[in-house]
């Protein structure tokens, strides 16, 4: 296995890289090969900086040579804060300044049971390589830049190919979240027809994802939600029948493109919500919620973007204005965002409405119930509604009655009522 790097053209990409050159990155590579061994970052940000020069991320994996034992004893002698987060699979995190290095020690498969591997440490960069999932995922750096890239990562990153290391199949069932990560990056890099191989793998193997925690799911949905080819990705795990494991009914598509082309900045809770919104009942909701293990905030908010009426876009200012009173201004932008999609609006419209409120600021309705006691009326139904009524109708009022004017409305409710009352008692 050749130590040389492996990249065409130029010699050292990563050599500029603003993460490469920090001293943090530099004093930490200065202590994980003080003794000799040798130390590459890898994953994520040799991937994303060959696309984008001038990134700089404060979350970094490194892959070492040294054991962890020995990791975790140099650098805490030499005063890192080192936490052991997977020592028994070889990874610590190191915290340096504003950065979170997860340094893990190579490896090598002795034995697989599906995403619990059995492993020995190993000193081979190329070997640990392939025991990644993808090949934009099995690139390296070392300290000067250069790029190790043993499998054509970098050509299959500049061609938006998203190809498995090895055996699809293989790499599939070592861990069935795999499936929904080939997915998930093709979302956010494929360019070029998705590989054959790697489609059948996934529908043959679609089944295991009925194995996996609704967490590892929900983490890889909502990255794949975010991405710029959502839609095609979405319609590929349709067409392998991935996505008949994850969603309780047959997405729609065609409502995500709209909103995506309209309300880009909707985050993928809303994005989630026009796949399914009037397709699923509250019961079916509330089953992807737990499915996807949404937080109770998450899951009321999803519930909410599937059940609640849409605002008219083209209504007054005012009765937006009673919307936003009663949803809260995120929610009510949230829905219109949805509104517009459904009602087949423009982005012009969406943009006017948002900019007109978006300096409103709601006002605080001028009674309580403890006005309603105040004046004899007993705690209740007839409390609740007597105050609801007012409310209405400060609302109605553009919210301008002040809390005199709020009394007045609630007496002549209570003079209307008494009347009534001895109406019917006459009859």
Not at 220 to 243: D, I, S, W
Not at 312 to 325: K, L, Q, T
Request: one cysteine or more.
């Amino acid at each position: 296995m050749s130590p040389k790097p492996t990249c065409a053209g130029a010699e050292r990409p990563l050599a500029g890289a603003r993460w490469l050159r920090a001293p943090e990155s530099r004093a930490l590579l200065d202590a994980l090969e003080a003794e000799g061994k040798k130390a590459r970052f890898v994953g994520g940000c040799v991937r994303d900086t060959l696309l984008d020069p001038e990134l700089d991320p404060e979350d970094l994996d490194l892959a070492t040579q040294e054991r962890p034992e020995r990791v975790l004893e140099r650098l805490g002698s030499l005063g890192f804060h080192v936490i052991p987060t997977g020592l028994k699979h070889g990874t610590v995190t190191v915290i340096v300044g504003r950065r979170r290095f997860e340094v893990t020690t190579l490896r090598r498969d002795v034995a697989c049971f599906g995403r619990h591997a059995e492993v020995e440490f190993s000193d081979d960069f190329e070997e640990d390589a392939a025991r990644r999932d993808f090949t934009i995922n099995a690139m390296s750096c070392d300290r000067e830049g250069y790029l190790f890239d043993y499998f054509g990562g970098k050509q299959d990153l500049f061609e938006g190919k998203i190809r498995f290391v090895g055996d699809p199949e293989q790499r599939i069932r070592e861990d069935f979240l795999r499936i929904l990560r080939f997915f998930r990056f093709y979302a956010r890099f494929g360019r070029s027809p998705p590989d054959p191989g790697a489609l059948a793998a996934c529908r043959a193997l679609a089944f295991g994802l009925d194995r996996l925690s609704g967490e590892r799911i929900r983490g890889e949905l909502e990255r794949l939600l975010r991405a710029p080819g959502a839609v095609a990705a979405l319609r590929l795990m349709r067409e392998t029948e991935v996505a008949a494991r994850i969603f309780p009914i047959a997405p729609d598509w065609e409502r995500l493109q709209e909103l995506l082309r309209l309300a880009p900045e909707a985050d993928w809770l809303v994005r989630l919500a026009v796949l399914v919104r009037g397709r699923i009942d509250e019961t079916r909701a509330r089953a992807l919620a737990l499915r996807l293990r949404l937080s109770n905030r998450e899951r009321e908010r999803l519930l909410a973007l599937l059940a609640v009426d849409l605002p008219d876009p083209r209504a007054p200012r005012a009765v937006h204005e009673r919307w936003i009173y009663r949803l809260g201004r995120a929610l009510w932008a949230d829905l219109l965002r949805i509104a517009v999609v459904e009602q087949a609006e423009d982005r012009a419209l969406l943009e006017a409405r948002l900019n007109e409120l978006e300096g409103f600021t709601p006002p605080v309705f001028p009674l309580s119930g403890k006005d309603l006691l105040a004046r004899g009326v007993p705690s209740g139904p007839r409390l609740g509604r007597l105050l609801e009524a007012v409310r209405s109708w400060w609302e109605a009022e553009g919210f301008r009655p002040d809390r005199a004017a709020c009394l007045a409305r609630l007496e002549a409710l209570l003079k209307a009522e008494d009347a009534a009352a001895q109406r019917q008692a006459k009859g």
